[in-house]
């Protein structure tokens, strides 16, 4: 039943709830992704930025992922979600405005990227463990899984827009524009956020607390109990670790030594959007046909082998630039069918009380890598090349497709079980 007491709509769309975080999220995720490629860009095209300086500007940028996630996961269990994301929407907002404001006044020098860097991203921490706690707060528990192919397929719309958006207005117009740009996504996405009107039921708030290292000791001890989450955390942490070295080289490799502008990165790295797209779409249809572990085994293999051809090529932009394109496109399509199925598999593991521990900890186990990734990946390209560097770090991400091939994984059927303690929005 719904909070007024009449019965809930059948259909997700109907739900109103619903309608609003999905738009928040998808200009949410525009504003971060055209953030994230601003910010290289500019550190890469105007300060003529070294390798290492970009590696430590992305690191700086995901040390918030390493340094706060299991904090995050154990305040935002005890918080509404909704309140979580308006304010670092709005703390967002000011950074990137900040951000721009600096720029135009000749102010933005590496020093105050990095600052912006760490500020976006630790607000963007919290956005993120807010969001996947939401949903199971706000849609019955059978419609899961279309819930997350519909988030997911607004990450990949934000992949579509936001760094062809992002690189065009670096290469057209500067860098204080583009970050003006991801200021205004993050506002509109408080503005739709903010509408979310259903009262979450938070769990465990009644009594005196317990205390945050026990609640983060909860949290670890339950993902790392089970076989299943335990997986996704040595996958999710092989792949990011990998694919963060393998970024801060592609950045490098896209305009150094295939000379590519700005707008023809943005290009390349939107090229991941359409085929997350489809991916998104994918994952409502394919795991019920031939069963969850067949379909999330080929769509790691493929995805992350699709980046081993790029260092072998040569040539204009008229050549490279559609194989980037094809690339992202593959490499979009099984990472966002990975996604969705990994997300189905943890929330339906996972009991209410513990969702937000629970992203938490695989946040922190797997995205917590990227800084160190990051690190490797500018040292490398200094020491190795860009070429080889690209090579090894590409092939690298193969490790998490071969973690998943030899766990429980593997044998997922056409259904995933149900976990306990989840709580259906539907019922009084």
């Given at each position: 039943?719904?909070?007024?007491?009449?019965?809930?709509?059948?259909?997700?769309?109907?739900?109103?709830?619903?309608r609003s975080l999905w738009v928040g999220q998808t200009v949410s995720q525009l504003g971060e992704q055209t953030s994230l490629l601003v910010l290289p860009l500019f550190a890469v095209l105007t300060l003529d930025a070294s390798a290492g300086q970009l590696g430590v500007l992305r690191a700086v940028g995901q040390a918030p992922i390493l340094l706060l996630s299991l904090l995050v996961g154990a305040w935002v269990d005890r918080w509404r979600t909704r309140t979580v994301m308006v304010l670092t929407d709005v703390g967002r907002t000011l950074a990137l405005g900040a951000a721009a404001l600096g720029g135009l006044l000749g102010l933005l020098g590496l020093p105050a990227l990095l600052v912006v860097a760490f500020t976006v991203g630790a607000l963007s921490v919290f956005f993120d463990v807010a969001y996947q706690a939401s949903l199971v707060r706000l849609v019955r528990h059978d419609q899961l899984v279309r819930g997350n192919s519909a988030l997911e397929g607004s990450r990949s719309a934000a992949q579509i827009g936001g760094p062809a958006l992002g690189g065009a207005l670096v290469s057209l117009l500067s860098a204080p524009i583009a970050a003006a740009a991801g200021a205004l996504f993050?506002?509109?996405?408080?503005?739709?956020?903010?509408?979310?009107?259903?009262?979450?039921?938070?769990?465990?708030?009644?009594?005196?607390?317990?205390?945050?290292?026990?609640?983060?000791?909860?949290?670890?001890?339950?993902?790392?109990?089970?076989t299943s989450l335990r997986t996704v955390c040595l996958a999710s942490a092989a792949f990011q670790f990998c694919f963060a070295a393998m970024m801060t080289v592609y950045l490098l490799f896209l305009p150094r030594e295939l000379h590519l502008s700005g707008t023809a990165v943005g290009l390349a790295l939107a090229a991941t959007g359409p085929g997350a797209l489809l991916g998104s779409v994918l994952a409502a249809r394919l795991p019920g046909r031939f069963g969850y572990g067949v379909v999330l085994m080929s769509a790691a293999a493929l995805g992350d082998?699709?980046?081993?051809?790029?260092?072998?090529?040569?040539?204009?932009?008229?050549?490279?630039?559609?194989?980037?394109?094809?690339?992202?496109?593959?490499?979009?399509?099984?990472?966002?069918?990975?996604?969705?199925?990994?997300?189905?598999?943890?929330?339906?593991?996972?009991?209410?009380?513990?969702?937000?521990?629970?992203?938490?900890?695989?946040?922190?186990?797997?995205?917590?890598?990227?800084?160190?990734?990051?690190?490797?990946?500018?040292?490398?390209?200094?020491?190795?090349?860009?070429r080889t560097s690209l090579l090894?770090?590409?092939?690298?991400?193969?490790?998490?497709?071969?973690?998943?091939?030899?766990?429980?994984?593997?044998?997922?059927?056409?259904?995933?079980?149900?976990?306990?303690?989840?709580?259906d929005p539907s019922s009084p």
């Open positions: 039943m719904s909070d007024s007491g009449r019965p809930a709509p059948s259909s997700l769309w109907r739900n109103g709830d619903f993050f506002a509109l996405s408080f503005l739709s956020i903010r509408r979310i009107r259903r009262r979450e039921p938070i769990p465990e708030r009644s009594g005196r607390p317990p205390h945050i290292a026990r609640r983060i000791h909860e949290g670890l001890r339950f993902v790392v109990g089970d082998g699709a980046f081993l051809c790029v260092p072998a090529l040569h040539g204009s932009a008229a050549v490279t630039v559609p194989v980037l394109v094809a690339v992202g496109f593959v490499f979009g399509t099984g990472g966002q069918l990975v996604n969705v199925m990994v997300m189905a598999v943890r929330q339906t593991a996972t009991p209410d009380g513990m969702q937000g521990r629970a992203a938490a900890t695989i946040t922190f186990v797997g995205m917590g890598m990227t800084p160190l990734g990051s690190l490797l990946g500018g040292f490398l390209a200094q020491e190795w090349g860009l090894v770090t590409a092939a690298g991400m193969l490790l998490s497709p071969v973690v998943m091939a030899l766990s429980p994984l593997a044998r997922l059927g056409r259904t995933l079980p149900a976990g306990a303690g989840h709580t």
